[in-house]
């Protein structure tokens, strides 16, 4: 990628010196690049960020070195557009406007399908120039705003894109696109000449060929890889593990109770199983059918507070508590399942 720099070279002079540098006229204020700023372009500036001020309820006084700095950005990019071949046309202006931040964030200028209403805003200046001398005068001053800051948009756009080329590239590039030439070819139809004449190649042809033309067939270096599969299934012992942790929750008493509270015996089921259970608490009422298959068929005639377990459900040791039912025959159960984390992506 190429590196693209912009130089933006300004000569500016303070209107305070005008007479010691540009003579007496009073008119010119000074000069970008030697391209001059009159005092009526910069009248119409401040008058712009005066309008400005007074629509948004800000300090209209205070607002002379803001317009000169605009006004002189405004000239560079000017400058610059130019310089990379555009040209702010009638056209090009009513093409762009929609992109401006003037325009571009305001919905009553657009159409239901998302398109810019550009004759109805045209109509709308016409008819102020018919109507209104002195608004249209103020449109005038406000377009040339909007011309600055839509020539800034193509100088940036371009300029990120890195579509940009210097003089000579641009003169290589017309040269090749100009540049014609005669060319005499002879095609050789090597499936056709095979037919017609017969050609032996031996090993040692493949070989000496080879051996004359290295770089052609120079091989990078391989290796050869084997491949061991190691399933992540926990052992007998990780099984075994597991089970003896969750029968301690069931039957025996956690640590933090010192041994007296366990699953059974609990007086808060749910704070239980958060406490020690690897898959979340869930209060919700289940039907027979949703329940483990393991315990389906002991549910119907089991009492509220009966526990089941521990038993294998997937991956998991569980433990079960029926703990209320519903008059539909849901029936609400609490349980406990103990993934083994020693086994590398594999609960158990």
Do not use: C
């Not at 005066?50 to 002379?64: F, S, V």
């Not at 000239?75 to 401006?100: A, S, V």
């Not at 016409?126 to 800034?152: F, H």
């Amino acid at each position: 990628m190429g590196v693209i720099a912009l130089a933006l070279l300004a000569f500016l002079v303070n209107p305070d010196s005008i007479d010691k540098v540009f003579g007496k006229n009073p008119d010119v204020l000074g000069k970008v690049n030697g391209e001059k700023i009159t005092r009526e372009e910069f009248n119409d500036q401040l008058f712009v960020l005066q309008q400005q001020a007074e629509q948004q309820g800000r300090p209209k006084n205070g607002l002379e070195e803001q317009a000169w700095q605009l006004l002189v950005q405004s000239k560079l990019i000017k400058q610059q557009f130019e310089k990379l071949g555009f040209e702010m046309t009638d056209d090009y202006f009513w093409n762009q406007i929609q992109y401006d931040q003037m325009f571009a964030q305001n919905q009553q200028f657009f159409d239901e399908k998302g398109n810019f209403k550009t004759q109805e805003l045209k109509k709308e200046i016409e008819t102020l120039q018919n109507t209104n001398p002195q608004g249209y005068a103020q449109w005038l001053k406000t377009r040339k705003t909007i011309e600055y800051r839509l020539m800034a948009r193509q100088v940036f756009t371009n300029l990120s894109a890195g579509i940009t080329h210097g003089k000579k590239e641009a003169e290589e590039l017309m040269k090749q696109r100009d540049q014609l030439a005669d060319i005499d070819f002879v095609k050789v139809d090597y499936a056709a000449y095979l037919q017609k004449t017969k050609i032996n190649v031996t090993t040692q042809d493949l070989a000496d060929y080879i051996k004359k033309h290295p770089v052609m067939f120079k091989a990078e270096p391989s290796r050869n890889i084997g491949i061991v599969f190691f399933p992540s299934k926990p052992s007998a012992a990780d099984d075994a593990a597991a089970l003896k942790e969750i029968t301690k929750l069931y039957s025996g008493g956690t640590d933090a109770s010192g041994g007296t509270e366990n699953f059974q015996n609990t007086k808060n089921d749910s704070m239980f199983v958060m406490a020690n259970s690897d898959m979340p608490f869930n209060p919700q009422y289940v039907t027979p059918a949703q329940l483990p298959a393991t315990i389906q068929a002991q549910i119907p005639a089991a009492a509220v507070g009966q526990t089941f377990g521990p038993y294998k459900e997937q991956d998991f040791y569980v433990v079960s508590k029926l703990v209320g039912k519903k008059t539909s025959d849901s029936t609400l159960s609490r349980h406990i399942l103990i993934a083994f984390k020693e086994a590398l992506q594999v609960k158990e």
